[in-house]
Nanobody
Framework: QVQLVESGGGLVQVGESLRLSCAVS????????MGWHRQAPGKQRELVAT???????FYGGSVKGRFTISRDNAQNTVFLQMDSLKPEDKAVYYC??????????????WGQGTQVTVSS
C-alpha cells in the first residue's frame, strides 16, 4: 500500500504565504509524477501543479507565477509554496502521486486533503 500524508494548510490573510508538504511512503516501485489538485466548495477539482520524474513542472493558469512546486526525491516528498494568496485560492488541497509498478502499470494515489483558507 501507498500512503500520502499532507501538512501545512491553515488560515492566512490575503497576500500571505503557505507551504504545503506531502510525504509518500509504502510500497513504491518508482514515482512517476507528483502534484496537487484543489477543490473549492461547489466547484470541480482542478489541477494546481504537477512535477514529473524528469523535473518538468506544470501549473494551473490561476496559480502561475504565484505557486511553486518542488520535490525531494530522496524523501519522496512534494512541496507547494503558495505566495500572494488570494481569497479564490481557498480550497481543500489534495496531494497525488503516480506510481510506476513493476508490471508496467501506473496507479494514482491521493492524500486526504488539507484546508487552505485565505481571509480578506
Amino acid at each position: 500500500q501507498v500512503q500520502l500524508v499532507e501538512s501545512g494548510g491553515g488560515l492566512v490573510q490575503v497576500g500571505e504565504s503557505l507551504r504545503l508538504s506531502c510525504a509518500v511512503s509504502g510500497s513504491i516501485f518508482s514515482i512517476n509524477a507528483m502534484g496537487w489538485h484543489r477543490q473549492a466548495p461547489g466547484k470541480q477539482r482542478e489541477l494546481v501543479a504537477t512535477t514529473t520524474r524528469t523535473g518538468s513542472t506544470f501549473y494551473g493558469g490561476s496559480v502561475k507565477g504565484r505557486f511553486t512546486i518542488s520535490r525531494d526525491n530522496a524523501q519522496n516528498t512534494v512541496f507547494l509554496q503558495m505566495d500572494s494568496l488570494k481569497p479564490e485560492d481557498k480550497a481543500v488541497y489534495y496531494c497525488y502521486v503516480l506510481i510506476d509498478n513493476s508490471d508496467d502499470s501506473i496507479r494514482q494515489y491521493w492524500g486526504q486533503g488539507t484546508q487552505v483558507t485565505v481571509s480578506s
